[in-house]
Antibody, heavy 119, light 108 residues
Framework: QVEVVQSEAEVKRPGASVKVSCKAS????????FSWVRQAPGQGLEWLAW????????NYARKLQGRVTMTTDTSTSTAYMELRSLTSDDTAVYYC????????????WGQGTTVTVSS | SYVLTQPPSVSVVPGATARITCGGD??????VYWYQQKPGQAPVLVVS???ARPSGIAERFSGSKSGSTAALTISRVEAGDEADYYC???????????FGGGTKLTVV
């Protein structure tokens, strides 16, 4: 079945970087891109970025531009999101979601990766 | 930036119909997506492209749109429908993907 499995929870110090992975299975990886969405404790969903699986097309939320890098590895059907210069405001659950284009639905979601930023 | 406005909460008794709205300027020309998120779980797509129901989603879930408001309607509400619901659109002028603030559906 179609599935997206994310990496385990991370605890980071302020100023550090975190890299979250998202491994897809059950479908043709190259036919879909990925969006990254986060949810701070008790808050709503916040879209961060979208990447095509050939890494040629990327869209970023303006507030994160410059701090986030997204890549995909077609050999392992895995997408990655790296967020740099972490602050406590980055503490959240981070989700990847399959999305063919930014204008289409996020139809398959990962289980979420909790990132905690604390000194 | 583009803003989608949802009521913070909606309450309904079991068996009744719940209607969750999502307002936005020019929403009439955008495709609207709805997601259900139960506590501690990832979101699930329940309505795509304004009114299409993905495979596996109960017929009780339906989407509609009129003027500057989109709506998610849940018929014959069950206790298991208690969740947060988010609307989402694609906006070509600002951040491409925009979520509404979410609506907590309580089945009383």
């Amino acid at each position: 079945q179609v599935e997206v499995v994310q990496s385990e929870a991370e605890v980071k110090r302020p100023g550090a970087s975190v890299k979250v992975s998202c491994k897809a299975s059950g479908y043709s990886f190259s036919n879909y891109g990925f969006s990254w969405v986060r949810q701070a404790p008790g808050q709503g969903l916040e879209w961060l970025a979208w990447v095509s699986t050939n890494n040629a097309n990327k869209n970023y939320a303006r507030k994160l531009q410059g701090r986030v890098t997204m890549t995909t590895d077609t050999s392992t059907s895995t997408a990655y999101m790296e967020l740099r210069s972490l602050t406590s405001d980055d503490t959240a659950v981070y989700y990847c979601a399959r999305q063919r284009y930014p204008s289409t639905a996020m139809d398959v979601w990962g289980q979420g990766t909790t990132v905690t930023v604390s000194s | 930036s583009y803003v989608l406005t949802q009521p913070p909460s909606v309450s309904v008794v079991p068996g009744a119909t719940a209607r969750i709205t999502c307002g936005g300027d020019t929403i009439g020309i955008k495709s609207v997506y709805w997601y259900q998120q139960k506590p501690g779980q990832a979101p699930v797509l329940v309505v795509s492209d304004d009114s299409a129901r993905p495979s596996g989603i109960a017929e009780r879930f339906s989407g509609s749109k009129s003027g500057s408001t989109a709506a998610l309607t849940i018929s014959r509400v069950e206790a298991g429908d208690e969740a947060d619901y988010y609307c989402q659109v694609w906006d070509s002028d600002h951040d491409p993907v925009v979520f509404g603030g979410g609506t907590k559906l309580t089945v009383v």
